[in-house]
T-cell receptor, first 111, second 114 residues
């Protein structure tokens, strides 16, 4: 069974600090990895995607992928209260765009 | 990103009835999908909406309960049939733009079955 695991949190981080969100996946052949942000009552919003080992940076967000360890993470620098949301990790295990989602990590940024 | 709209945004329905949800994408896309997000939970893929042919359903979902149409590249419908309270959920459509792998979601339809 293809699984995606996330710590459900809640994760509390002071404003201005770095928030670190982690995700592990079971299917070693997975090729595509996505991070979505979901505010309460809203639909998921794609914020980062990564396909190759290493780091990918976009503004305050950095995605890190380690396929050998089957681990993908999201770092949020200079955390803002507006970053408070649930972050969903999604994996495409078969390369057919069918995503398997983790249960999400609820992040709270404390002013 | 693709702009995706869904109708209705929410509905309250009686047990035993059916509801059809519409999803419209603003640009050419390759793949369209339907997901369900039950209260307090993550997203579960229901099916892939295939243009001009029968949808491909995931384990635990069947065509009789969730018939799906996709008559063209940018439009799809999901019907929730013979509803029960267990069908109360948010239903989301998503799309992958041609030439990419990134998947974008519509605003969702919040369904309550009484």
């Amino acid at each position: 069974q293809k699984e995606v695991e996330q710590n459900s949190g809640p994760l509390s981080v002071p404003e201005g600090a770095i928030a670190s969100l982690n995700c592990t996946y079971s299917d070693r052949g997975s090729q595509s990895f996505f991070w979505y942000r979901q505010y309460s009552g809203k639909s998921p919003e794609l914020i980062m995607f990564i396909y190759s080992n290493g780091d990918k940076e976009d503004g305050r967000f950095t995605a890190q992928l380690n396929k050998a360890s089957q681990y993908v993470s999201l770092l949020i620098r200079d955390s803002q209260p507006s970053d408070s949301a649930t972050y969903l990790c999604a994996v495409d295990p078969l390369g057919n765009e069918k995503l398997t989602f983790g249960t999400g990590t609820r992040l709270t940024i404390i002013p | 990103s693709a702009v995706i709209s869904q109708k209705p945004s929410r509905d309250i329905c009686q047990r035993g009835t059916s509801l059809t949800i519409q999803c419209q994408v603003d640009s050419q896309v390759t793949m369209m999908f339907w997901y369900r997000q039950q209260p307090g939970q993550s997203l579960t893929l229901i099916a892939t909406a295939n243009q001009g042919s029968e949808a491909t359903y995931e384990s635990g979902f069947v065509i009789d309960k969730f018939p799906i149409s996709r008559p063209n590249l940018t439009f799809s419908t999901l019907t929730v049939s013979n509803m029960s309270p267990e069908d109360s959920s948010i239903y989301l459509c998503s799309a992958v733009r041609a030439g990419g792998k990134e998947q974008y979601f519509g605003p969702g339809t919040r369904l309550t079955v009484t």
